[in-house]
């Protein structure tokens, strides 16, 4: 059975791209994150609570404003991580 993908998994996925690349959208953060990681049922499952998304969307979108989000490495602007 494939662990549900963590929040952890996502901020150190989140921050070896913005170390290349200094920025992303959180659209393309999404596919790359779809594209990258093997998710289980769970994470590609309907979300309860946002019609139209997945699991794991909500996941990278909710990243940002949960305590273990590195604010002061990572800005939020206008959709895009950008490293500080």
Do not use: W
Request: net charge positive; glycine share 2%; hydrophobic share 35%.
């Amino acid at each position: 059975m494939k662990k549900d993908i963590s929040e952890e998994d996502l901020i150190n996925f989140l921050t070896s791209i913005l170390n290349v690349e200094g920025k992303i959208s959180l659209s393309d953060f999404k596919q790359r994150v779809l594209k990258s990681f093997k998710l289980s049922d769970h994470d590609l499952s309907p979300s309860p609570t946002r019609p139209g998304e997945l699991i794991y969307e909500q996941k990278c979108r909710n990243l940002v404003s949960h305590k273990n989000f590195p604010h002061n490495m990572i800005a939020y602007e206008n959709c895009t991580f950008i490293a500080r």
